[in-house]
């Protein structure tokens, strides 16, 4: 979890803990989700999201969870402008409305670390 990577940082252990889906990412016929949110474009610089059909999806918003511990995270959302009508909407999601990710950002930099470990 982004409590534990961050816990090993800050007291300087170097972590080789693997998430949980790291196996799987090894595995030689293992292709990435196109439609995934780890899968899209992500321009640093601007902060957006490219969804599969090439659409900007721009920043909404933050959002706060706490664990059972107490500790607090944080995951930035990003929404779709134009989803009606795409070709790809039924393989990228179901719902109503255009689509919404929420990322990580700390835990996937936290998880491309043990990836290189």
């Known amino acids: 979890s982004e ?3 961050r816990f090993m940082q800050e007291n300087g252990i ?3 803990v693997k998430y949980n889906y790291f196996h799987k990412e090894q595995r030689p016929r293992y292709t990435p ?3 995934h949110a780890e899968s899209l474009h992500y321009n640093a610089g601007e902060d957006y999201y490219v969804c599969p059909m090439g659409q900007h999806m721009n920043r909404i918003g933050t959002r706060r969870d706490k664990t059972a511990s107490g500790y607090i995270t944080e995951s930035a959302r990003y929404k779709a402008q134009r989803c009606e009508g795409c070709p790809l909407r039924g393989s990228c999601f ?6 919404i990710i929420e990322v990580n950002h700390r835990l996937n930099q ?4 043990a990836r290189e470990r």
């Open 33 to 35: 989700n196109p439609f």
């Open 110 to 113: 936290y998880k491309r670390q």
């Open 94 to 99: 179901k719902a109503q409305g255009n689509r």
């Open 14 to 16: 170097e972590a080789f």
């Open 3 to 5: 409590e534990n990577y």
